[in-house]
């Protein structure tokens, strides 16, 4: 079994997902993490989209629940710096959060609680209108500073081809990864081309036989046989 460091793990949903289908991801990393250094950002699928609609305030509602929840963890494990594990575009909110710059009027002072960030299948590279707010906003103020302060892992699957010559599989992944960016012939996980999850200055890993979608019945991010091949940059 690997050896994993035994930090406190907050967890951040993707967009669009909500806090109860991370269940799964827990129980995976409790093999290597007692279960009570693990919590999950709680979120529901309101806080994505707001009421009325607004779904460019989630990265504001979902940032308010990821500081209690970080706040929460520091609190109960002084002295150890919470690892923030981030799936799909939760990823981007998480880097908002601990980039401490005003993002539509919210600021937070992390002020060391946090160590470490590892995203799963996060595109940082997307024409897609929502999910530019957050990438705009990143690499405006990301600089060499932040990955001097955290360390910072972006996995992503490349198990899956897009095609329009190719079967079902391969035809809806090109519709997927033309939605992310202006090439669907890509490899990804199914919903995010691989090479959109690159990001300069973090430690960029790429998987096998991963999918994206926390749906039952796969091997997504957040199952066993998918955190047994991301749990060594944890």
């Not at 799936?87 to 600021?107: K, N």
């Not at 926390?214 to 046989?225: R, S």
Request: overall charge negative; proline content about 6%; some cysteine.
């Amino acid at each position: 079994m690997a050896e994993v460091r035994q930090n406190p793990v907050v967890i951040v949903p993707g967009v669009l997902f909500w806090d109860s289908l991370y269940e799964v991801m827990r129980e995976a990393l409790s093999t290597w993490i007692p279960a009570e250094k693990i919590a999950i950002v709680p979120v529901n699928l309101l806080d994505w989209l707001g009421f009325p609609p607004s779904p460019e305030r989630s990265t504001n509602r979902v940032m308010a629940a990821l500081d209690r929840t970080v706040r929460a963890m520091a609190s109960r494990f002084p002295g150890e710096p919470v690892t923030i594990v981030a799936h799909s575009g939760g990823g981007t909110v998480a880097m908002i959060y601990l980039l401490e710059r005003p993002f539509q009027g919210d600021v937070y002072a992390v002020n060391g609680l946090v160590g470490r960030l590892v995203t799963l299948g996060t595109p940082f590279h997307t024409h897609e209108h929502f999910a530019k707010i957050k990438t705009d906003f990143i690499f405006k103020h990301l600089g060499p500073e932040f990955f001097q302060k955290y360390q910072v892992v972006s996995v992503v699957s490349n198990q899956y081809k897009g095609s329009l010559d190719g079967g079902m599989i391969e035809k809806m992944c090109y519709m997927f990864y033309r939605g992310v960016t202006d090439d669907g012939n890509l490899a990804g996980d199914g919903v995010v081309p691989a090479r959109s999850c690159f990001l300069d200055g973090a430690k960029n890993v790429t998987i096998l036989e991963c999918e994206h979608l926390p749906a039952p019945h796969t091997k997504w991010y957040g199952t066993k046989d998918g955190v047994e091949q991301w749990i060594e940059w944890l």
